[in-house]
């Protein structure tokens, strides 16, 4: 199936670490770029991190910044996301989506260029 699926989240508390994981079949060849979003209750969706599997480089928002990494594994089918220092604020839906462009700086927070999203796993960090 071209949707990717999330797995991994959870629970954790401040300062802890936990790590999503994001899979895609089939299709993954169809993809360049791959990123992870975010919507906690009340606000909008917004980018978190995202990765050109074609070519490696990867992004971050700056809110996530030093704590968060994003990587991919050799097979180009699964995606990570590595979540270090947690804060509160990190409490929110993850979401991975998948696009057939090429992630660029200042452009790959973009909703709009994401063809196929998953459905989500929620992350929950407390104090």
């Known amino acids: 199936q071209a949707q990717p699926v999330e797995s991994g989240g959870g629970s954790a508390h401040t300062g802890g670490s936990l790590t999503l994981s994001c899979a895609t079949t089939?299709?993954?060849?169809?993809?360049?770029?791959m990123a992870w979003f975010r919507q906690a209750p009340g606000k909008e969706r917004e980018g978190v991190a995202a990765i050109d599997v074609t070519g490696g480089a990867s992004y971050v928002a700056g809110s996530v910044n030093g704590r968060f990494t994003i990587a991919q594994d050799n097979a180009r089918d699964t995606v990570y996301l590595t979540m270090n220092n947690l804060r509160p604020e990190d409490t929110a839906m993850y979401f991975c989506?998948?696009?057939?462009?090429?992630?660029?700086?200042?452009?790959?927070?973009?909703?709009?260029?994401?063809?196929?999203w998953g459905q989500g796993t929620q992350v929950t960090v407390s104090s």
């Open positions: 089939r299709y993954a060849s169809r993809f360049n770029c």
């Open positions: 989506a998948a696009g057939p462009y090429v992630c660029q700086r200042g452009a790959w927070s973009f909703q709009g260029g994401y063809t196929y």
